[in-house]
């Protein structure tokens, strides 16, 4: 055994001695919980899909949710108003401003989740799921990044490939 | 006080325009009197004082003691400044007033807090926080269960990613430091370390992130890299002492000492342990900035390195020339503070504050330097260093990397995030403090 990897055994003993130590003096009052009673409250969507709910909806259904929904603080058309545009936009996020679902949003798991969670501002959790797939085909076909026809469901939305998703860069790749 | 007025100068002065020894106002009082009179005859040594008289107070009993006490109401000035006082779509920010403060521990009611949709008003009975995902066992915990847990303390900084966004203006924009850098606050936070009850659900080794969820309506959720998590992420209970208030997320919050203060969920209640990030709203959209190059940066975390100086600053303007102490606040996502640099001619020449105690990692640093201001045009700036090495760039080594506007934005916008660069303030003749890129 190098030196390197005995110091790295001795590391790895202290570590789990620890550990074994902290969960030693831990009261363990955590309640068992099952994934049954958590349903209600397990509604991350991962970017490839995972979690997303039975359903789907098409751009046409979710238009008229918009227009009964959002549009008093997103306005008419989605262009904006109290809340954020949510429609078109520049062709180009810059720091003058400018992100848009089109230019900007790398994944549309996120359309739906954030939609799901947080959407109406005055009522969240109040859409159907059905509703939240319709609302985000229609976000994505005005925004011109899947069609007008194009069926939104848990197999087809982690799918749609955003224009913008390749453009990241991680500031401290070191830190992931 | 047999020294002539040369040699006080020579001695004291230690970057140009009148920064002085930062040991002077310690190692001698007697000296810096003397320098006060030999730099500004007649201003401060001139007038007599007023012979004494009893005041009102003074000749009756005072109020009765409040159970939960208050500043004195002539303090009433000293307070957040909140925007979107309608409660409109898009968040409510109160900022923090650095310019009226001390020390490095902000007040809790002058922590700076962002809203999404109002304060819950949270039942501590009814609260629940789920851990979940990838561990063996699924749990719920309540506050009076976290309540029998071990807790550490720690003091440290919470700073919005968005703190100091208006500096990104291609022009400097005229407003005070609360409105330019009041996002950033330091406490003292108590809570249970979330590894220890991560451990207790017992973590799947192929788990690499988890995803925070808050109870307030908008369900906001950020994703933070497990490895953080384990090494000091904390389910913090108490703020300063007392329990944490509605504004900070009542009656528990994620806190990770040096991250951006979006990632420290308030109202906790779930975390839910992944493979992969959650590309939030919040992860995707807003905490990113574009870039100069074309691109796009995501998943900034770390507050750098940073400093500014408190006072003088826009609003604190001098009333005549004389010793005055520059008073600032250095910190640094990534540790301690080393070292701060000031200068007092746009950065021409440095001298090296002193760094009031306590210095803690991830924490607010307090420096001061005493400086003699000779009535002429300047312009003050701070640099910090942390332990590791990092050094606050200047405003024009951040702009080559991380770009600007093009024309300036509403001083409440965000046009971009985590900006660290050195802050110039401006000193006229008259002896009003503005800001300035310098």
Request: hydrophobic letters at 40%; glycine letters at 10%; proline letters at 8%.
């Amino acid at each position: 055994m190098s030196m390197r990897k005995l110091a790295l055994a001795a590391g790895m003993a202290a570590l789990a001695l620890s550990v074994g130590a902290a969960l030693a003096e831990s009261p363990h009052l955590g309640k068992p919980i099952t994934q049954a009673d958590l349903a209600e409250w397990d509604i991350n969507i991962l970017p490839d899909g995972t979690n997303l709910p039975p359903g789907s909806g098409k751009a046409a259904d979710g238009a008229k949710i918009f227009a009964e929904k959002c549009v008093a603080c997103h306005g008419e058309g989605g262009k904006g108003g109290i809340a954020a545009r949510v429609i078109g936009g520049p062709p180009k996020a810059t720091l003058d401003g400018g992100k848009t679902i089109a230019n900007y949003w790398p994944y549309a798991t996120t359309v739906f989740d954030f939609i799901r969670r947080s959407m109406p501002w005055t009522q969240p959790r109040s859409l159907t799921d059905q509703e939240v797939y319709a609302l985000t085909a229609y976000l994505l076909a005005a925004n011109k990044v899947i069609g007008e026809d194009d069926e939104m469901n848990a197999a087809t939305l982690p799918k749609v490939k955003m224009p913008n998703r390749d453009n990241f860069v991680i500031r401290f790749p070191d830190r992931i | 006080m047999s020294k002539s007025r040369q040699d006080l100068s020579s001695i004291q002065q230690v970057a140009a325009n009148g920064l002085l020894d930062r040991r002077a106002l310690l190692r001698s009082g007697v000296m810096l009197a003397g320098a006060v009179g030999a730099g500004t005859a007649g201003t401060l040594t001139g007038a007599a004082a007023e012979p004494l008289a009893e005041a009102p107070w003074s000749q009756h009993p005072g109020d009765p003691v409040a159970p939960y006490q208050h500043p004195s109401r002539f303090e009433d000035y000293v307070v957040r400044t909140v925007d979107n006082t309608k409660g409109e779509p898009g968040g409510t920010r109160a900022r923090t007033p650095h310019q009226l403060l001390k020390g490095i521990i902000t007040p809790n009611g002058l922590h700076f807090t962002i809203m999404h949709a109002g304060i819950p008003d949270i039942d501590p009975a009814q609260h629940k926080l789920v851990i979940h995902g990838m561990v063996k066992q699924p749990l719920m915990f309540t506050p009076e269960t976290l309540s029998r847990y071990s807790m550490v303390s720690r003091i440290g900084f919470t700073e919005c990613g968005g703190n100091s966004a208006p500096l990104f203006s291609n022009e400097p924009i005229q407003a005070t430091l609360q409105a330019l850098h009041g996002l950033s606050s330091c406490a003292e936070w108590t809570g249970v370390p979330l590894a220890a009850l991560l451990d207790e659900a017992g973590v799947d080794p192929k788990a690499k992130w988890i995803i925070a969820e808050g109870a307030d309506s908008p369900h906001l959720t950020r994703s933070v890299p497990l490895a953080k998590v384990m090494d000091d992420a904390m389910v913090a209970m108490y703020q300063n002492g007392e329990r944490i208030q509605p504004g900070q997320g009542y009656p528990m919050r994620l806190w990770l000492p040096g991250y951006e203060g979006n990632m420290n969920v308030k109202f906790l209640r779930r975390v839910q342990v992944t493979d992969q990030p959650g590309m939030t709203y919040y992860e995707s959209r807003i905490y990113t900035d574009p870039l100069p190059d074309g691109k796009d940066t995501q998943f900034y975390f770390v507050n750098e390195v940073k400093s500014f100086i408190t006072s003088p600053s826009p609003g604190l303007d001098l009333k005549e020339p004389g010793v005055y102490e520059i008073s600032g606040i250095a910190y640094s996502g990534s540790g301690r503070i080393a070292k701060v640099m000031v200068s007092a001619d746009a950065g021409k020449s440095w001298a090296q504050a002193a760094l009031q105690e306590p210095r803690l990692p991830k924490a607010f640093t307090r420096f001061t330097m005493p400086w003699r201001w000779d009535g002429g045009p300047t312009i003050l700036q701070s640099r910090a260093w942390d332990e590791g090495g990092a050094v606050q760039p200047t405003r024009e080594q951040f702009v080559a990397l991380r770009g600007q506007t093009t024309k300036p934005p509403n001083v409440g916008g965000f046009p971009g995030h985590h900006f660290n660069a050195i802050t110039s303030w401006g000193v006229s003749p008259k002896g009003e403090v503005k800001h300035v890129y310098a």
